[in-house]
């Protein structure tokens, strides 16, 4: 089951508002939390330069709006935490829910990052996002129960990957009887769900499920409708007085997507643990058995991951070249694609610094006492011989309008996103080629040394 929980961002005393929002960005990216930062995807931003981005988006709003908040009071961003049961999903599989969550529950009108830390037993997002919108013109509304909204959002598409969730749902005619019983921890009904909980994931098929049942100690009748009781029960429970998830139809379905999954679940490759340095650090004799365990299971990983790419010893240089070329090569399409992006805001926030100071600059101009005009009006001065400064070096002949460059920014940022996505599977690729050859160059290394040892004896 997904629990959500959340948490309103604020500047703490002393701080600045960059500063509070990269703290927090920077402790959910940990690469040791998200496997070397491969489980870090973002929204209308980088993840490297989330904190930046989040920072323009709120002086847009405030030169937009012309609107602002008391430090102490203002919203910076919000965290939403998304906890998943322990061994119910692969890591993968967390962090794509954690973005569909996010995109879903901010509509996609907000900058976000998703971070999935497998360092707990339970596989976690965090989700950070801004709590001012991409087109700067409103802040999120975190109206009185947003919390348990965003708790019933989880469950939704917990359900749509067939994940359990953190309630039941309460039936509408449930008896006076069952309710005591369920009180008294004695629910036919409620353990029945249990039961089927547990044997999904241990079937094959339905007929597999069924016979899984039956060994659970449940005689079943199968008719029109199929029914289950257990001893000591009255009467048999019927599968459709359970609820929609339990019905045959979604039963079959949920154990189909299981098979899926399993199939389709690769097992990463992670670098050999160095057990002569640990011992030297101060690991012990149960560390070390632990540790030989582990690198023989990436010993395995590597081999078929090797083998299930096609890569042999000989080509796996040339993979680690080209896997890393390729990298490099979205790697720079994506900071010119951000170089880009911040051309336009920087020009945008010309414009309305331009836009918002030429009557006080007009005055300026023909005042007499220009030395007590600029006392009082220093700041929009400096703001908009900036602004002509930086359109004179850039070479605006005509200055667009910010309602284009606002329409510019979201095409390049829906472009930034598709590159993102590249980005990240290069990124991941190429750590694998990268972890598979040091992997490789170890074990090769240590067959070398058992094979003079053998010789020597």
């Not at 996002?129 to 975190?142: E, G, I, Q, Y």
């Not at 509408?172 to 009887?177: P, V």
């Not at 805001?345 to 414009?351: A, F, M, P, Q, V």
């Amino acid at each position: 089951m997904a629990v959500v929980h959340f948490h309103n961002r604020h500047t703490s005393k002393n701080q600045t508002v960059k500063e509070c929002i990269k703290f927090h960005i920077d402790y959910a990216k940990n690469p040791e939390k998200t496997q070397n930062g491969l489980l870090v995807s973002a929204y209308g931003c980088s993840p490297e330069t989330a904190a930046e981005e989040f920072l323009i988006s709120k002086k847009m709003y405030e030169m937009i709006t012309k609107r602002s908040q008391l430090k102490d009071k203002d919203n910076i961003s919000y965290m939403l935490m998304q906890s998943f049961k322990p061994e119910e999903i692969t890591p993968q599989k967390a962090h794509e829910i954690g973005y569909q969550f996010a995109y879903e529950f901010t509509k996609g009108e907000h900058q976000f990052v998703v971070s999935t830390h497998t360092d707990k037993e339970h596989i976690h997002n965090h989700v950070e996002f801004n709590s001012t919108s991409l087109d700067c013109t409103h802040k999120f509304n975190a109206y009185k129960r947003w919390g348990i909204s965003a708790q019933k959002l989880s469950d939704k598409i917990c359900k749509e990957h067939c994940l359990s969730t953190v309630k039941e749902p309460q039936q509408k005619s449930k008896q006076y009887a069952e309710w005591k019983a369920k009180k008294e921890n004695k629910s036919w009904k409620q353990t029945l769900k249990s039961t089927i909980d547990e044997m999904i994931p241990q079937s094959k098929n339905f007929e597999d499920f069924i016979e899984n049942i039956r060994k659970q100690g449940y005689e079943v009748k199968q008719g029109k409708q199929i029914s289950f009781r257990v001893v000591g029960q009255n009467r048999f429970t019927r599968m459709k007085t359970l609820g929609a998830e339990y019905t045959e139809t979604a039963i079959a379905e949920k154990i189909k997507l299981q098979q899926s999954k399993e199939k389709t679940i690769k097992k990463s490759i992670t670098s050999f643990i160095d057990i002569e340095q640990k011992k030297k650090d101060g690991k012990g004799a149960a560390y070390e058995q632990w540790a030989k365990i582990f690198n023989v299971k990436q010993a395995a990983n590597t081999v078929n991951f090797l083998t299930e790419n096609n890569v042999d010893y000989q080509k796996l240089e040339q993979q680690v070249q080209n896997s890393t070329k390729q990298f490099n090569e979205i790697s720079n399409q994506l900071k010119q694609k951000e170089k880009q992006i911040k051309e336009v805001l920087e020009l945008k926030t010309n414009i309305i610094y331009y836009a918002r100071t030429i009557d006080i600059y007009k005055q300026y101009q023909k005042t007499k006492d220009k030395q007590n005009f600029k006392k009082e009006h220093n700041e929009d001065i400096i703001k908009h011989e900036k602004a002509k400064a930086f359109f004179e070096k850039t070479n605006q002949k005509k200055l667009p309008k910010v309602k284009e460059l606002q329409q510019q920014n979201q095409n390049l940022l829906a472009e930034k996103q598709q590159l993102y996505q590249q980005y990240t599977t290069a990124k991941k690729e190429m750590l694998e080629y990268q972890t598979a050859k040091q992997n490789m160059d170890k074990l090769l290394q240590t067959k070398q040394k058992s094979s003079e040892k053998d010789q020597e004896i």
